[in-house]
C-alpha cells in the first residue's frame, strides 16, 4: 500500500496558493452544472464553497425548477435553468448550452447533484470533449469514466476527478470491499488510466496525480452527511478558479474540507454539523494559513 506525504500545515505553508487579485475578474470565471430537481441544493453548496475560497464569479447551470429559488438564496451567484428531463434531471440536450456558457471559464465543475448515472453519462459525454482549461467531474458525473476511463487521458482538458470510495470502484470495475481496504492504491491506479487528479475521500483522503500521491488525515465521521462532497468539489474548482494549478487545488481542497469538518465537531458535535455549515469555516482557516506562511518567510 502506498504511503504518499502527509498534508498538513507545514506542507501547505510552503506550497502557497496565488494570492487572490483586487478585481474579481483576476480570481478567475467558474462553471458549475449542477442539480436536479430533487437535488436544488448541491449546486448551491458548490457555487458557495467556490466563492469562500475567492473565486472571482461563479455561474451555475441548475434545472430550471430549482434556478429562480437558487437565485434569490445566493445573489452573488449568475443562475441559468435549463431544460429538465421528465424526471427532473438536466436534459443531455442541453449540452451545447453548457459548452457556450463554458467557453470563457477558468474552471468547470460537473456533477454535483446530479441523481441519475446513466443520464449524467451521457450529458458528460455530450460536453467533455468539447471543453478546454480544467474541468473537475464530481460524483455521479464520473459514470462518463466508469463506461471507459482511459478516454479521459484522450481530453483536451485537465481533468480533476472528486469521488468516494464507492464511485472509485465503479471508475475502475473493482470490488468495493478491495478499495475500501486501499484507496491509495486503487486511487493511484485510477489517476494512471485517466491521467487525471484524483481525489477520493474516506476515512483518510487520498490525492494521486502521475508519480504523486498524498493523504490527508484530518477529517472525521461527521463529514459522513449529505452535501459534503458537493462543498469538496466546489473548494476544488475555486481554488483552481484562483489560479491553482490541479493537483494543488485537489489537496489544498482535501484538506480544507476536512480542517474545517474538525472545527466544526469541536464546536458543535462530531454528528449533526451540516454540510451548508463548512464553506463558512474555510475564510478563517484560509487566513490563518497565509498568517503562518508570512511568519515563516
Known amino acids: 500500500m502506498p504511503e504518499g506525504v502527509l498534508v498538513d500545515a507545514h506542507l501547505l505553508r510552503e506550497w502557497r496558493l496565488p494570492e487572490p487579485g483586487s478585481d474579481k475578474e483576476e480570481r478567475g470565471r467558474l462553471l458549475v452544472v449542477a442539480g436536479s430537481r430533487t437535488t436544488p441544493g448541491a449546486g448551491l453548496l458548490s457555487a458557495e464553497a467556490a466563492l469562500r475560497v475567492g473565486a472571482g464569479k461563479v455561474r451555475l447551470l441548475t434545472a430550471a425548477a ?3 429559488t437558487i437565485a434569490v438564496a445566493v445573489p452573488e451567484l449568475m443562475v441559468t435553468g435549463l431544460a429538465e428531463d421528465a424526471d427532473g434531471n438536466i436534459d443531455a440536450g442541453e449540452a451545447d448550452q453548457v459548452v457556450d456558457c463554458a467557453g470563457d471559464s477558468h474552471a468547470i465543475l460537473l456533477g454535483p447533484g446530479f ?3 446513466d443520464g449524467a453519462a451521457d450529458l458528460v459525454e455530450r460536453i467533455a470533449p468539447r471543453l478546454e482549461g480544467t474541468v473537475v467531474i464530481d460524483a455521479l458525473a464520473s459514470a462518463y469514466v466508469t463506461q471507459d476511463p482511459e478516454r479521459v487521458a484522450d481530453l483536451a482538458a485537465t481533468v480533476v476527478l472528486t469521488v468516494n470510495p464507492g464511485e472509485l470502484a ?3 470495475g473493482a470490488d468495493a470491499d478491495d478499495v ?3 484507496l491509495a492504491t486503487h486511487t493511484v491506479e485510477l489517476a494512471r488510466r485517466t491521467s487525471a487528479v484524483v481525489l477520493c475521500g474516506g476515512p483518510t483522503k487520498v490525492v494521486a496525480h502521475g508519480d504523486d500521491l498524498w493523504r490527508v488525515e484530518a477529517g472525521n465521521v461527521g463529514l459522513g452527511t449529505a452535501g459534503s462532497g458537493d462543498v469538496q468539489a466546489g473548494l476544488v474548482t475555486g481554488l483552481v478558479g484562483r489560479g491553482a494549478d490541479p493537483a494543488q ?3 489544498w481542497g482535501a484538506f480544507l474540507h476536512a480542517t474545517v469538518g474538525d472545527r466544526l465537531a469541536a464546536r458543535v458535535g462530531p454528528v449533526g454539523y451540516l ?9 478563517p482557516l ?4 497565509a498568517q503562518r506562511s508570512e511568519r515563516h518567510d
Open 66 to 68: 430549482c434556478a429562480p
Open 115 to 117: 441523481s441519475d448515472p
Open 170 to 172: 465503479r471508475c475502475l
Open 180 to 182: 475500501q481496504a486501499d
Open 249 to 251: 487545488a485537489a489537496v
Open 275 to 283: 454540510a451548508r455549515e463548512l464553506a463558512g469555516e474555510v475564510p
Open 286 to 289: 484560509l487566513a490563518e494559513l
